[in-house]
């Protein structure tokens, strides 16, 4: 420094600038400790700026993502409340078929029970129409691939599509006989079907069995099932059953028929059988007097005191058939027939002298939660499956009851269906919502190291700033004292 000069004070420029050092310190600090943050704009520390912008950023996403998932629980939750109502109707219903179809109800009962089922049919589909979540529609068969960003990047989705619940479109999708209709009489001729020593001919309940095997395509996967020409609808479904755990179809069987009669003498061989082969059979013989109920009578009286053994049961229907049922599914088995009356069905007689022989086969029918394929007709069944729906289910009568407790299970396990989905989706999304809180705190930990302030380490160095700051001004005042001196030689 040069001594004895009055313009040039180098070391008040000295001071001064380290008293500009301190000030601008102890502003900064000052707004450290008044804010909290070590980073109040980006010309405190720029890397620091950038890494505290990107974890606010995924911050701010992260607790969104929570929220629209947790939004999406209640979504999913509204749409479950739904579906436990209606699988309470459905039990209801349920309920009435069994009662319905227990027998010994009067007509008049009957249709007052299915004024009851109406009613609970109606409210399915209400609550299937008039179930929504913040004006969107839940269960009409509307809510598909929806998709719920619970992440704070693109991508990170939990979809769900839900089906429609209404009646008309929940039941058991069946399968249903191939063109050319049920009992249908085929293999006529000598050594028939049934009987070596005469005349006979297959009546198939569902079309004519051919022998191959069937591809069954339903919603789990495919399979094959063999089938031979002269096998029990019994049989047939047995094999279908074996492999539903591949293709979530199962199957049941049933064997009827329904005779026309003539009046006149009448016997015959009366049995089982899961091929052409009679088995279980038992001696049928008498007098059919006339073509009705009382005529036939001693008829329908032998049959059903065999039932036990046979497994058939004889009834006359309301057009004077003679109706023969085997509930398992098992072929009926007539040989030897004889007399002056005559049983007909599909086309065919069965007379003394004539067609002497028969095989009833029954009607499997394919059932699934969902709709499949076939392959081709040899069980004589369509290709495609059918819905029978919830809303045509009709208890009035005995048999529409009989029919109504296999379409309510089954839409009974379509609902269960949805509810697992529905509750699978909210166990994922609360597990979501439960990492995202976990992630969130990850965040906000690691944005709290880059940006926070360490208030003891502020308060000491603030501190040491204002006795700096101090000092500077002191170094200042006496930086500027010996010019001071100077002025006295002007005196």
């Excluded at 379409?407 to 509750?423: C, I, R, S």
């Amino acid at each position: 420094m040069l001594s004895g000069v009055i313009n040039t004070n180098v070391n008040a420029l000295y001071a001064l600038n380290s008293l500009n050092n301190t000030t601008n310190a102890t502003n900064r600090l000052e707004q450290e400790l008044s804010s909290g943050l070590a980073i109040n704009s980006p010309a405190d520390n720029p890397a620091g700026y950038i890494a505290a912008q990107g974890f606010t950023a995924q911050l701010s996403g992260t607790n969104q993502a929570a929220a629209n998932a947790n939004q999406a629980i209640s979504l999913v939750q509204t749409a479950d409340g739904a579906i436990t109502q209606q699988v309470n109707i459905l039990q209801n219903i349920l309920s009435i078929a069994s009662q319905a179809a227990n027998g010994g109800q009067t007509s008049q009962q009957l249709a007052s029970l299915q004024q009851v089922v109406s009613q609970l049919q109606t409210e399915v589909s209400s609550i299937a129409t008039q179930t929504n979540f913040n004006g969107v529609a839940l269960i009409n068969g509307t809510f598909q691939n929806i998709n719920f960003q619970v992440g704070a990047q693109a991508g990170q989705t939990i979809g769900l599509t839900i089906g429609s619940t209404a009646a008309n479109q929940i039941g058991a999708y069946q399968s249903g006989a191939a063109a050319g209709g049920i009992y249908v009489a085929t293999g006529a001729g000598t050594g028939g079907v049934g009987d070596n020593t005469g005349n006979s001919f297959t009546i198939s309940a569902a079309g004519a069995f051919t022998a191959g095997n069937v591809g069954v395509s339903g919603s789990s996967g495919n399979a094959n099932v063999a089938v031979t020409q002269a096998e029990s609808a019994l049989n047939f479904a047995a094999g279908v059953n074996s492999v539903t755990s591949k293709t979530n179809v199962t199957a049941t069987a049933d064997t009827s028929v329904a005779f026309t009669v003539t009046a006149g003498t009448v016997s015959f061989t009366l049995g089982n059988g899961t091929g052409a082969a009679q088995t279980n059979p038992v001696n049928i013989s008498g007098t059919i007097s006339s073509v009705t109920a009382a005529g036939l009578a001693n008829i329908v009286s032998q049959i059903n005191q065999a039932t036990g053994q046979t497994g058939i049961v004889a009834a006359v229907d309301a057009n004077n058939h003679l109706v023969l049922t085997q509930s398992q599914g098992d072929n009926i088995s007539i040989h030897g027939f004889a007399g002056t009356g005559t049983l007909a069905a599909g086309g065919t007689t069965l007379a003394g002298g004539g067609t002497t022989a028969a095989t009833i086969q029954g009607l499997t029918t394919l059932q699934s939660t969902q709709s499949f394929g076939l392959s081709n007709t040899d069980a004589g069944l369509a290709v495609t499956s059918s819905l029978s729906a919830l809303s045509a289910v009709n208890v009035s009568t005995q048999a529409g009851a009989t029919a109504a407790l296999n379409v309510v299970n089954f839409a009974l396990q379509q609902l269960e269906n949805v509810g697992g989905q529905l509750g699978a989706i909210q166990q994922e999304l609360q597990a979501t919502v439960s990492n995202l809180q976990s992630t969130a705190t990850n965040i906000t930990a690691a944005k709290g190291v880059v940006e926070d302030a360490n208030i003891p380490q502020v308060t000491t160095e603030l501190t040491q700033q204002q006795i700096l700051q101090q000092a500077g001004v002191s170094a200042l005042a006496q930086s500027s004292a010996l010019q001071q001196s100077f002025l006295k030689l002007l005196q």
